[in-house]
């Protein structure tokens, strides 16, 4: 997700025909990180069989949490202890349901905490653009991406062009530059399409 | 033809063609980090390529052998040429066979390639596994914090955050972790204002999370609105959208897609899914020489996708290939089912160690009863169907309806105030419903259930006789208060989730519609299933009840009859059939209740069929005006090829480029006046006979890079297509060659072709355009939207709905 988190070092790369490569490494972290994930730190609090039993004659239901293998996980071995006599255990037993179940908590924790920070990261880059970026191009005259202009499309592509062509000085802050141009003008485009003209996803 | 031309505002047709000219224009930017960069006229032509190009020293001979780099690639909102997509693969696979004998490389290099498919589908199976668990789990987490956080750790949803402590049997769902908003301000949860409160928190993130979403998708990627299924689809028989499949896209649909979810919304998460599983094949596709330059081998890896994409929302593989058969791929290749297989199993097992739901069950509502039915309940099931089917013709009928006037009217100027107002109705409304309150899956999940002697749920709250129970078989019993109080508060559920739905489906948020059509059945199957119950319970002396249902006996499941309602109104919406029957039985996880479920299905789609002919996603594309050739359909009026084909009595003459005596200025001349996106060549303007065909976009590019890299070439240079060059004076300008890039065999027909023939081949071979002879001589030329236009005229809809090319 650091291709996400650093938009810009990732047009980078894409440039630097490393695309390939950055995608395999993307790839590569994604495919490896979550499946382990799964199946890491089992520790002992993510297993438990869990037994529910309903009221029996003058017994009131109970619920029955027990770490223990999903072989063991009936009712002998985690109903303890047996409200019950001897002989009647059988009947209760046929009342409570048992369920295995496990859950892994560092999953989830990593998962959530990675979601939360693809989305302040998001709108972290949003604010930036709709505030900072403003300020930063004034003399380029470049009006704010998030909003649709209409009017001034043609202003807007002709102040832009300028920047690819002509003097190509190909240092990094140019081409990140020109990277983050070209991928405002396709959203913008995107937008136009979609929000404006309707032609698409009515 | 009335396609798209390069240049703005120089074009004189004041047809509807006239916007897409602004797309073209303007989408000419490349995309560096997307597929190929589009020719872009006005920025100089070849010094702003990147992606490799002929240096300076090549000689003529290099420039005739090699192709340039743009030549075979398509524009955007283009159709891709099926025919020579194919012939290049098999090109490239016969040169890589012959030279696999040469050397140990060549030979490591050609077993490579043919594992390159394999491993593809590997990834792509393993990224959407692990996105859907992603989307799962953080979808849980959010919903929950419409309600409450959990103190034991903020990323703990209600479940989870209760899975330590001891909670006693009255009070399952209740533990001191847990805490609701009103407890965690005010410090109790009872009383009136702790619920205005709860009420007052539950909607204000609501309208937070359904408003970041809009706001994130009209900031970052506004393609990832909607479903998807229409346009992949779409993409799938052969048109390009640029940045549909994209990375952003990728991420902005997932993060927008658990946000819509959380936010209470009525819409589901599976389409959207298809979508995203399609964005990962894509972009794993540019991992593969194979893949990224052939648009047809690609879109057998996008069905695949769509496959593995189903796969993991439902959890049913065999069912996910079976969609991506049914629904969404144009061509699906006997190879790319056992890939697809391949790739929808690898996904659901790369979900199902992530384990999102703790039970190793990769759907919330996995059903795990298995208790027989009776032959008599088949007629409330095709009841049930019937209901599906009428409710899926009512549905797609007013969400068109109301799509249409989002398009035309002021509503769509303001989307984000749309989403606004329909989430805050929606959260206003849902609340005080417990049955709404809940997410719907849950909700699915809870009418799906057969009920035992452990559920708590008020659906469960039936009048027990301790005495005669013998285990965990429950006999049906009468209903008792709970029950009733559940049945009204479900039908109200229903009526809002009926309505609801239609404004939802299709705002500018990703938007599912499986699962709200599966609630809206299986609350309509389960208020029957409970009514069929007590109506046996109290009438088993009737003659219809007496043969098999005898008091004390369990013989009337409700939770199958919600099961079979999903079905029918799942079938009823969609129109699917083999797909649709196999997810569910997967979703039951085993046979005995096809019989019921394909009764309810093929009932619903015959009802709905009478009433309208299309799925809703075949309505989505007629509206978008996306250029899709239904397969499906016959075509079944008696036109000929030449009242279809252009150009018709009163245009002008069709434009045709000779072989061997234009000259370039003459043919950019041509280029420049006519928008066509292609020019066939004939032998001379006498004789009309046809030579071959050549596109617009390689003739561009060929002529521009030759006025650069070729000595000699200016305006009154001649242009030929033949093998070898024509006799001309010494002292003429050197001649271009431009013989590579034509088509030397166009598809051609006799102008008395049947067009039920014509139409045909353009399904069958994945035409774009195909010429028109007439005793030998070329008389006009048919495309594509030529065709659209006429189906949509004879069927008396509008053809200039027709919109792409």
Partial sequence: ?202 | MDQKGYRRGSFQSSTSDEDMLEIAGASLDFSMADDDPPLDREMGGFSSYNGGGMNGTSTMMDFLEEPLPGVGTYEDFNTIDWVREKSRDRDRHREITSRSKESTWALIHSVSDAFSGWLLMLLIGLLAGSLAGLIDISAHWMTDLKEGVCLAGFWFNHEHCCWKSNTTFTDRDKCPEWKSWSQLILGHGEGAFAYILNYFMYVIWALLFSLLAVLLVKGFAPYACGSGIPEIKTILSGFIIRGYLGKWTLVIKTITLVLAVSSGLSLGKEGPLVHVACCCGNILCHLFTKYRKNEAKRREVLSAAAAAGVSVAFGAPIGGVLFSLEEVSYYFPLKTLWRSFFAALVAAFTLRSINPFGNSRLVLFYVEFHMPWHLLELVPFILLGIFGGLWGAFFIRSNIAWCRRRKTTKLGKYPVLEVFVVTAITAVLAFPNEYTRMSTSELISELFNDCGILDSSKLCEYINDFNSTKGDDLPDRAAGPGVYTAMWQLALALIMKVFITIFTFGMKVPSGLFIPSMAVGAIAGRLLGVAVEQLAFYHHDWAIFSGWCSPGADCITPGLYAMVGAAACLGGVTRMTVSLVVIMFELTGGLEYIVPLMAAAMTSKWVADAIGREGIYDAHIRLNGYPFLEAKEEFSHKTLAMDVMRPRRNDPPLTVITQDSMTVEDVETIINDTTYSGYPVVVSRESQRLVGFVLRRDLIISIENARKKQDGIVSTSIIYFTDHSPPLPPSSPSMLKLRSILDLSPFTVTDQTPMEIVVDIFRKLGLRQCLVTHNGKLLGIITKKDVLKHIAQLANQDPDSILFN
Wanted: with cysteine; glycine share 2%.
């Fill in chain 1, 1 to 202: 997700f650091c291709e996400f988190l650093f938009p810009q070092a990732s047009m980078m790369f894409a440039q630097c025909t490393q695309k390939r490569a950055s995608s395999v490494l993307l790839m590569v972290l994604l495919c490896c990180i979550l499946p382990p994930l799964a199946q890491a730190s089992k520790s002992s609090e993510d297993i438990r069989c869990k037994c529910i039993c309903p009221p029996y004659r003058n017994i009131s239901g109970h619920i029955y949490n027990k770490n223990v293998s999903q072989k063991d996980c009936n009712c002998l071995h985690v109903v303890e202890p047996m409200p019950v006599p001897g002989n009647d255990v059988e009947a209760y037993c046929l009342l409570c349901e048992c369920k295995y179940e496990e859950r892994s908590t560092t999953t989830i924790k990593v998962i959530i905490i990675i979601y939360l920070s693809v989305v302040g990261a998001l709108l972290l880059y949003m604010a930036f653009l709709v505030l900072v970026d403003p300020l930063i191009r004034k003399p380029d005259a470049y009006t704010q991406p998030l909003h649709n202009e209409e009017e001034n499309e043609d202003a807007r592509s002709l102040a832009a062009a300028p920047t690819p062509s002509g003097a190509r000085t190909n240092t990094v802050l140019e081409r990140v530059e020109g990277a983050q141009q070209r991928w405002k003008r396709q959203v913008q485009e995107q937008r136009k399409t979609v929000f404006d003209r309707h032609k698409m996803l009515s």
